[in-house]
């Protein structure tokens, strides 16, 4: 499959009163089309607005986006417009992402005035149709408004107006993480009917690794607005090289009171992201630290072939 998104080096800085927050420092990666790229990691690693900057929706601070060749980083007028219609987004909270004033038709219709895809109000409201049927929303909802619905339909809808611009690449920002576990069902598997159906790549970003597990064709492991790891899903469940991905992979619940747990404690005090000093953000909670961890950051190296991983001492701990 050929490469449709690339990221080079991309920082996010956020100016606050004593400096910057580093919330993005630094991100590399390439996304071939049609698959998924899984982003995990802790609340406040940056996830949430890595997807923003590759969509724009934070300007970027450095780096590079490419998107199908074409250098999208800082675009502006006519051809940010045209961007917008090969991107979008699912949000987290389906409840506070739509417009409790609008009904599902204006809400699904919504896109479609905006980028002026569709002028002739027949046509949109055939594709309102057509979107609606993709998503698996009954039509006896066109008039029902957002707080009548529950979870699972709320987010459906989001997911019409994300499909609205016949897109080619979806950021979803935890998309199932407000919903009842047989709801996160439905929707998985309705966003792998679509990738399947429609070609569409993902980027899935989650903080449930069974979720992202299950949909995922390479999955990043971010720390403190840095890539900690990136490897194909089951070299990287099978066989981490990051210390904190270890950590991580143990807390997973094993619902059996027969399988003994080996579970990593990280403590320590997680470093700050606001003016963060030189070295390994992970240093603070790592039993392998040494001086050089805390002195100097480590670039991210191939460990494994498509197994990437940013550690001074990954070779030593795995060998």
């Known amino acids: 499959m050929p490469v449709q998104l690339e990221v080079k080096d991309l920082m996010k800085y956020f100016r606050i009163p004593v400096g910057f927050l580093h919330a993005v420092d630094g991100v590399s990666f390439q996304l071939e089309e049609g698959k998924t790229l899984g982003v995990v990691g802790e609340s406040g690693c940056g996830k949430s607005?890595?997807?923003?900057?590759?969509?724009?929706?934070?300007?970027?601070?450095?780096?590079?986006?490419?998107?199908?060749g074409e250098d999208v980083t800082h675009l502006k007028g006519a051809s940010r417009k045209a961007y917008k219609k090969k991107v979008q987004i699912i949000f987290q909270d389906p409840f506070s992402s739509l417009d409790a004033r609008m009904n599902v038709q204006s809400l699904i219709e919504e896109p479609l005035k905006v980028l002026g895809t569709y002028r002739n109000k027949t046509d949109r409201l055939e594709k309102v149709d057509e979107l609606m049927d993709t998503v698996g929303l009954a039509g006896r909802y066109k008039t029902s408004y957002p707080h009548e619905l529950d979870g699972g339909r709320r987010q459906r809808i989001g997911i019409a107006r994300a499909l609205a611009m016949d897109p080619r690449l979806i950021v979803c920002d935890e998309p199932v993480s407000a919903l009842d576990v047989s709801i996160q069902a439905q929707i998985l598997n309705l966003l792998a009917d679509l990738q399947e159906e429609k070609g569409l790549t993902y980027i899935f970003i989650t903080h449930n690794l069974s979720v992202v597990k299950h949909i995922s064709d390479r999955i990043m492991v971010m720390y403190c607005g840095c890539l900690a790891e990136m490897a194909d899903t089951d070299s990287l469940?099978?066989?981490?090289?990051?210390?904190?991905?270890?950590?991580?992979?143990?807390?997973i619940p094993v619902p059996s009171l027969h399988v003994q747990r080996n579970e990593i404690l990280l403590e320590g005090e997680i470093q700050s992201p606001i003016n963060p000093r030189p070295g390994c953000r992970f240093a603070g909670r790592c039993c392998y630290a040494t001086q050089l961890c805390r002195a100097e950051t480590p670039k991210p190296a191939e460990l494994l072939p498509g197994h990437i991983v940013s550690c001074h001492h990954a070779g030593e701990i795995n060998g």
């Not at 607005?49 to 199908?68: D, K, P, S, Y």
């Open 49 to 68: 607005t890595l997807g923003r900057a590759i969509l724009g929706l934070n300007e970027a601070t450095g780096g590079q986006v490419i998107f199908e």
């Open 237 to 251: 469940f099978e066989q981490p090289l990051h210390p904190y991905t270890k950590g991580l992979l143990s807390a």
